[in-house]
């Protein structure tokens, strides 16, 4: 009856173990993951450098320039 019970035992902690190292690897280590990029980026690229450069990122792409605008600029 012990050994009977010691290998439900096993058996249930070897199920509950494959589950938690899923749930581990699928949610937590991305969002670990995210957290510290995040922290480390911040850290590369100070808030108040940034700040006192006032420089933003995001705004890298082309810039429209109506032709009348630029008529207007070469008179």
Do not use: C, H, R
Request: glycine fraction near 6%; avoid cysteine.
């Amino acid at each position: 009856m012990k050994e009977k019970k010691k290998t439900v035992k096993s058996k249930l902690l070897y199920i509950v173990g494959g589950i938690s190292i899923v749930v581990g690897t699928s949610i937590i280590v991305p969002k670990l993951i995210g957290v510290v990029a995040d922290f480390l980026y911040l850290k590369q690229f100070d808030k108040k450098q940034q700040a006192k450069n006032d420089f933003y990122y995001d705004d890298w792409g082309p810039e429209i320039v109506k032709t009348s605008e630029l008529k207007k600029e070469e008179k």
